[in-house]
Structures are given as structure tokens and as C-alpha cells.
């Protein structure tokens, strides 16, 4: 069964800094997605970037980029630029490329922001 | 315009009652979901329906009875509700001919028995 480990449960960063989450997973299949998504005290979750497991390149969304090592099967979510709504859990996820489509979560990280 | 939308989005109610939580989605998507987000904030998948067939029913007490009368809606109902039912319930949609797509997440429900 494939997992999903976030082994920093709380992380701070200075305003203006670049933090780093660490996310890793455990799968045999060759085919599936992973994804960070950000859950602010509103309790919305918000996708806040994907990465396809075929495609070699790393994901980038503005402030928000990801390395990815698939080999290692590791995910980390770099921040940069941190602002004060970045303050957030942050969930890695994974999602295989088969029928069911669900995704599996890791325990989140819970990023504070100081300003 | 809100792409998934579950009502409550709070809901208090006494050990023993029924309660359904409604979810709709607005977005053309083949496939649903029901997660659940314990006090700890781990999420977990409940249900996974994909136009209107049951694809993932995980290790749910049978009072859990998802129902979906379309592909736009996936409601939740629980009979017979337990302290241990306490959790948020988040409903989610994707796309999932042409390969998996992001799952866009309704605000959640917040459940609170007494």
C-alpha cells in the first residue's frame, strides 16, 4: 500500500525566507501524482502545486517550487519569499495514475510565519 | 461562483441522531469524494464515486451511506452518530478520464457530537 511520511510536524520561518517541507512516499507503481496543498485556519484546502511522476522537471508556481527525486521517492515544497499568508498546514499527497483516483495524505506540516 | 459546496458547514447535534451532509459541484467532474480530517488532521479517504458508481468504499462503519443521485452530487448520510463520528468532512471532485486531475475540496463540514 503506498504511504506518505511528513517527518516535520511544525516548521517557522522569518518573513521574507525560504523554507523548506520534506515529503516522501513509498509506492511500486510507476504512474501517479503528487501534490502540496495548504489548509490556512480557514480550513480550506487549496492546491498549491502538482507534479507529474513521468515528467523530469520540477514544478514551479510563483513563489512555490517543488524537488522532486524520484528515485528517492521524496517530494519537498520549497517557499520562497515567505509571507505572513503562507501560515499553514501543509499537506503532501499522492495520487496514483490508476482507476480510483483518491489520494493518499501525509500528516501535514504546520508552517508559522514570523514577521 | 463555488466550484464544491457541502452544507452545514457546521453541525451539532446529540450521540444517537441521523444527520446527512449535502455536497454539490459545479465543475463537470466525473468523480467524488468523501474525506474525513480527524482532530489530529490526518485525512483520509471515506468514499470515491465516479459518475455515480461506487469505486472506493474504505473501512467505514456501515451507519456511513454516501448517496449520489448525479454526478454533481455526493451526499453524506450517518445513521446512529458516535462521539467518534466528531471530525471535519471535506467533499471533493475531480476529473479523472484523461488521467488524474487536481481534487478541488468543498470548505468542509464541521461535525460536533455532544
Known amino acids: 500500500a503506498q504511504t506518505v511520511t511528513q517527518s516535520q510536524p511544525e516548521m517557522s520561518v522569518q518573513e521574507a525566507e525560504t523554507v523548506t517541507l520534506s515529503c516522501t512516499y513509498d509506492?511500486?507503481?510507476?504512474?501517479?501524482?503528487l501534490f502540496w496543498y495548504k489548509q490556512p485556519p480557514s480550513r480550506q484546502m487549496i492546491l498549491v502545486i502538482r507534479?507529474?511522476?513521468?515528467?523530469?522537471q520540477n514544478a514551479t508556481e510563483n513563489r512555490f517550487s517543488v524537488n522532486f527525486q524520484k528515485a528517492a521517492k521524496s517530494f519537498s515544497l520549497k517557499i520562497s519569499d515567505s509571507q505572513l499568508g503562507d501560515a499553514a498546514m501543509y499537506f503532501c499527497?499522492?495520487?496514483?495514475?490508476?482507476?480510483?483516483?483518491?489520494?493518499?495524505f501525509g500528516k501535514g506540516t504546520k508552517l508559522s510565519v514570523k514577521p | 461562483d463555488t466550484a464544491v459546496s457541502q452544507t452545514p458547514k457546521y453541525l451539532v447535534t446529540q450521540m444517537g441522531n441521523d444527520k446527512s451532509i449535502k455536497c454539490e459541484q459545479n465543475?463537470?467532474?466525473?468523480?467524488m469524494y468523501w474525506y474525513k480530517q480527524d482532530s489530529k488532521k490526518f485525512l483520509k479517504i471515506m468514499f470515491s464515486?465516479?459518475?455515480?458508481?461506487?469505486?472506493i468504499n474504505e473501512t467505514v462503519p456501515n451507519r456511513f451511506s454516501p448517496k449520489s443521485p448525479d454526478k454533481a452530487h455526493l451526499n453524506l448520510h450517518i445513521n446512529s452518530l458516535e462521539l467518534g463520528d466528531s471530525a471535519v468532512y471535506f467533499c471533493?471532485?475531480?476529473?479523472?478520464?484523461?488521467?488524474?486531475?487536481?481534487?478541488?475540496f468543498g470548505d468542509g463540514t464541521r461535525l460536533s457530537i455532544l
Open positions: 471533493a471532485s475531480s476529473q479523472r478520464t484523461g488521467g488524474p486531475q487536481p481534487q478541488h
Open positions: 509506492t511500486s507503481e510507476s504512474d501517479y501524482y
Open positions: 507534479q507529474e511522476a513521468y515528467k523530469q
Open positions: 499527497a499522492y495520487g496514483d495514475g490508476g482507476s480510483q483516483g483518491n489520494l493518499i
Open positions: 465543475l463537470g467532474h466525473d468523480t
Open positions: 464515486y465516479n459518475n455515480k458508481e461506487l469505486i
